[in-house]
């Protein structure tokens, strides 16, 4: 079993999950009543929907994982899934994302749709230097 496959079997017994098909059109995805919160593109890696004040308020700390690729401006966290490890930080960082999307319709924060699997995005990531 991959560790995306792992991560999915666990994350569809969650009551506040479905299994839906990915607006991006790529691999498989999990949404909420609110909205799309996982994309799993590959057996390697997810695209979460944490929102932009969620990850404005952890950026710091997602800058230390190097699981984890930031896209400026963008809405969603790639993880990348090389370990048990990573899969366990998807899933705390699930729970802050399904929070944050219970919060959205009292929030100001539009709903962001467009998950990072383009092509076109350079994925940044501030660790890269191995510090």
């Given amino acids: ?17 479905t299994e839906a098909r990915p607006s991006c ?5 999990l949404r909420s009543s609110v909205a799309e919160i996982v994309h799993f593109h ?14 404005h308020r952890i950026v710091n700390d997602l800058a230390e994982s190097s699981a984890i690729r930031l896209i400026p401006g963008s809405h969603w966290v790639t993880v990348r899934l090389d370990s ?10 699930m729970s802050l994302a399904l929070q944050a999307h219970q919060r959205w319709p009292h929030s100001d924060e539009p709903l962001s749709t467009q998950c990072n699997e383009h092509p076109h995005v350079i994925l940044v990531h501030e660790n890269e230097g191995g510090r």
């Avoid at 995306?4 to 506040?16: E, H, L």
């Avoid at 590959?42 to 990850?55: P, V």
């Avoid at 048990?84 to 960082?93: A, E, P, R, W």
């Fill in 42 to 55: 590959s057996d390697r890696s997810a695209d979460l929907h944490l929102t932009a004040g969620s990850i």
């Fill in 1 to 17: 079993m991959t560790l995306a496959s792992r991560a999915i079997k666990q994350f569809v017994s969650w009551p506040d999950l």
């Fill in 84 to 93: 048990h490890t990573d899969v366990d930080l998807l899933m705390t960082l």
């Fill in 25 to 29: 059109g790529i691999g498989r995805a």
